[in-house]
């Protein structure tokens, strides 16, 4: 059948779907407050360039636009985030149409996708986790648009969207690499054999060279953040983990993505895709040699999804609606029940609740809860980055005011860590006080030359004042503590030090210096 005789794109249909996604994230979108990495995110707002430490600089022209136009509030910031969700929704609906799938397909793949709590999970925030996705999701569209069409529009178009995809997250070139491959071992490999897919690479590269530059003029800092990641994070990865992870993030869920991925393999009407299913095994090998986290790998997963709706409307005749509404609920429904637990649609008392039970009643989701260092926590580790900052800024405050006024003009504020330091960016015209300096992360690249305030409001989640700068202070003292039992934050102190001597500015250049070479 040729792909003008085709039934129609369903895309009145499709935005059923994308509505009750972007429904879904508008209930979360206001609570809890701001993540962790929200903060980084929008300071880099105040600071474009072509790359930072750790992202590209997509993320950053993003903030900007939301400070702009929308405002620093967190439904503010997570605009963009909700924008980015529906658009993956809408493209998994039009890649099931370009399967051949119809509206049970559509309604499988899209539904079972909007409550997977991998996708719930990791599309409200505003983090690159969610904008990567989405350019994984464009490029397999435009591809298999190509496919079907011959169209080499398609082709310059996914050069566009590789270009972008790597100016915003770098596992883009991970998966780019994985597609290709997986082309290349399918039949289709004749089609990348020509001159417009040339010129796609080359506008793809056109668009990521200033980055490149970037890095560099800047001694490469994404190797050193990688490694620094690896050694701190990603070692705790264990192979087995990542793969039970990947067979659970999705519920139930799991039998539609896994089907599909099946389908593309073995099937005979899905032979000219296979390269999905090719791509997505070498990305997940990649990544589990590398340890990676398993949100690496998400964006991979709506092909499958699209795949699996096409399977499963195969499956299940026409005529029987008890059996395909059966199968809907049945991947569908128990993902819903643990919605609050990803996203958070539901007071903080009411999520608690339902950790509780899953606890006592689910121990196989025992890895929601289990963080970074894991150990097992009252709640995820997402939520529990976004309590107790506002508190901290608050503090911060109270120390810096209780100077004089002439005191307050010779003092500065000094942050350990990223997360401090974003929230004290974010907040410091609220109340009114000095912008913040750190030397964490992406906050080196703007740090001031030197430390040389009378007067520090120093926060730190992990201060050890009287070993390590008591001997450099004329004197210090503890004004404030994070008290929010549930935030990551909980026991941030804020001190105030006097007079530090010219060794801390000596030791402070000394840091900034290696910073900025790494």
Not at 140 to 166: C, E, S
Request: charge should be positive.
């Amino acid at each position: 059948m040729s792909y003008k005789n085709r039934r129609p794109g369903y895309s009145k249909f499709i935005l059923i779907f994308v509505a009750i996604k972007v429904l879904l994230n508008l209930m979360a979108i206001s609570r809890f407050g701001f993540h962790r990495d929200e903060f980084l995110h929008l300071v880099l707002a105040d600071h474009l360039d072509w790359g930072y430490k750790e992202v590209p600089p997509f993320i950053a022209v993003l903030a900007r636009i939301t400070l702009s136009v929308f405002g620093d509030s967190v439904f503010a910031a997570r605009i963009f985030s909700t924008i980015a969700s529906g658009l993956i929704i809408w493209l998994t609906g039009r890649i099931t149409v370009e399967l051949g799938g119809r509206r049970f397909a559509i309604t499988l793949a899209c539904l079972a996708l909007i409550f997977s709590p991998a996708f719930a999970a990791s599309g409200y925030l505003f983090q690159p986790v969610v904008f990567d996705q989405l350019w994984w999701v464009v490029t397999v569209w435009l591809f298999t648009k190509y496919l079907n069409t011959a169209d080499v529009r398609y082709l310059y178009w996914l050069g566009a969207a590789v270009g972008l995809g790597m100016l915003t997250k770098y596992s883009m070139a991970f998966f780019t690499g994985s597609l290709i491959i997986g082309i290349l071992i399918s039949k289709e490999r004749k089609l990348l054999f020509n001159k417009h897919v040339l010129i796609s690479a080359v506008i793809a590269f056109l668009i990521f060279l200033p980055n490149v530059i970037w890095q560099f003029v800047h001694h490469f800092p994404f190797f050193t953040h990688m490694k620094e990641l690896r050694e701190e994070q990603l070692d705790y990865v264990k192979p087995i983990e990542f793969l039970m992870q990947q067979l659970l993030v999705n519920g139930p869920a799991l039998f539609v993505w896994l089907t599909g991925f099946f389908f593309l393999l073995f099937a005979f009407k899905l032979r000219r895709f296979r390269y999905m299913a090719i791509a997505y095994v070498l990305i997940f090998l990649f990544l589990l040699e590398m340890n990676g986290k398993n949100y690496y790998l998400f964006g991979a997963y709506p092909m499958l999804f699209a795949a699996g709706g096409f399977a499963w409307e195969r499956i299940i005749k026409r005529s029987w609606i008890v059996v395909r509404v059966a199968v809907v609920l049945a991947f569908v429904l128990p993902n819903l029940l643990l919605l609050p637990m990803v996203l958070p649609v539901l007071s903080l008392d009411k999520t608690l609740g339902f950790f509780r039970y899953t606890k006592e009643h689910l121990p196989f989701l025992s890895f929601i809860t289990k963080w970074e260092d894991q150990q097992q926590h009252p709640t995820t580790q997402d939520y529990a980055d976004m309590l107790g900052w506002e508190e901290m800024a608050q503090k911060a405050s109270q120390a810096y005011h209780s100077l004089t006024r002439e005191q307050q003009k010779q003092a500065q504020i000094f942050a350990d860590n990223y997360g401090e330091a974003g929230a004290l960016h974010l907040f410091h015209k609220k109340y009114n006080m000095p912008d913040v300096v750190s030397l964490n992360s992406s906050f080196a690249l703007w740090a001031p030359d030197s430390l040389n305030a009378r007067y520090i409001i120093y926060v730190d989640d992990d201060a050890n004042v009287k070993e390590r700068l008591a001997p450099i202070l004329e004197s210090y003292r503890q004004t404030g503590e994070v008290l929010e039992p549930l935030a990551r934050e909980k026991g941030t102190k804020v001190y105030i030090l006097v007079n530090p001597s010219p060794r801390l500015n000596e030791v402070y250049q000394k840091e900034l210096a290696e910073k900025r070479l790494k």
